[in-house]
T-cell receptor, first 114, second 110 residues
Framework: GAVVSQHPSRVICKSGTSVKIECRSL??????MFWYRQFPKQSLMLMAT?????????EQGVEKDKFLINHASLTLSTLTVTSAHPEDSSFYIC??????????FGEGSWLTVV | EDQVTQSPEALRLQEGESSSLNCSYT??????LFWYRQDPGKGPEFLFT???AGEEKEKERLKATLTKKESFLHITAPKPEDSATYLC???????????FGAGTTVTVRA
């Protein structure tokens, strides 16, 4: 199946700093990408939908200024967690939709804020 | 609002013991119903998309079916490597995002 790559897979940052997570579709063009957050033993919580070349659509309760999403090309979307705090520590997962409407997920990125 | 309910929450099977997982949904116009497998600490792995009632898809020991209100994931003669959390998600015609259920965690004992 198609591959969606996330980088970094694990990151530790200090409280108050910003961290960027990249999501790339390696063998297909993704007009739509999605960002999720997953807490231990819970299902995926959609944070935002990003379309190439336009502003992301955020789900209710997700702070736009805290979680900056950029979808600059058909193969790359980035999530920047700004002014990170310990409560932002989580597993962040991206997904990308191909032209056939199959949605593939990345391997996820573990963020720890200390 | 779209709702997805998966049952049971957990399922413990003996190797070779076939079973089914249920995904009940309500959505304002179904575009597609998706099944994924997720291993601990990993992103979900795509299994199937079903688009219309009556549709069935198979992959190795897994078979997914769809009705107007629910979907089933049948696991035939499971092996320990089938142990994972299986996630169901619906996609409405209004957009492309997925709404997920809480998942069914399957454990297959040798």
């Amino acid at each position: 199946g198609a591959v969606v790559s996330q980088h970094p897979s694990r990151v530790i940052c200090k409280s108050g700093t910003s961290v960027k997570i990249e999501c790339r579709s390696l063998d297909f063009q993704a007009t739509t990408m999605f960002w999720y957050r997953q807490f231990p033993k819970q299902s995926l919580m959609l944070m935002a939908t990003s379309n190439e070349g336009s502003k992301a659509t955020y789900e209710q309760g997700v702070e736009k200024d805290k979680f900056l999403i950029n979808h600059a090309s058909l193969t790359l979307s980035t999530l920047t967690v700004t002014s990170a705090h310990p409560e932002d520590s989580s597993f962040y997962i991206c997904s990308a939709r191909d032209r056939g409407n199959t949605i593939y997920f990345g391997e996820g990125s573990w963020l720890t804020v200390v | 609002e779209d709702q997805v309910t998966q049952s049971p929450e957990a399922l413990r099977l003996q190797e070779g013991e076939s079973s089914s997982l249920n995904c009940s949904y309500t959505v304002s116009g179904l575009r597609g119903l998706f099944w994924y497998r997720q291993d601990p600490g990993k992103g979900p792995e795509f299994l199937f998309t079903l688009y219309s009632a009556g549709e069935e898809k198979e992959k190795e020991r897994l078979k997914a079916t769809l009705t107007k209100k629910e979907s089933f994931l049948h696991i035939t003669a499971p092996k320990p490597e089938d142990s994972a959390t299986y996630l169901c998600a619906v996609q409405a015609v209004s957009d492309y995002k997925l709404s997920f259920g809480a998942g069914t965690t399957v454990t297959v004992r040798a």
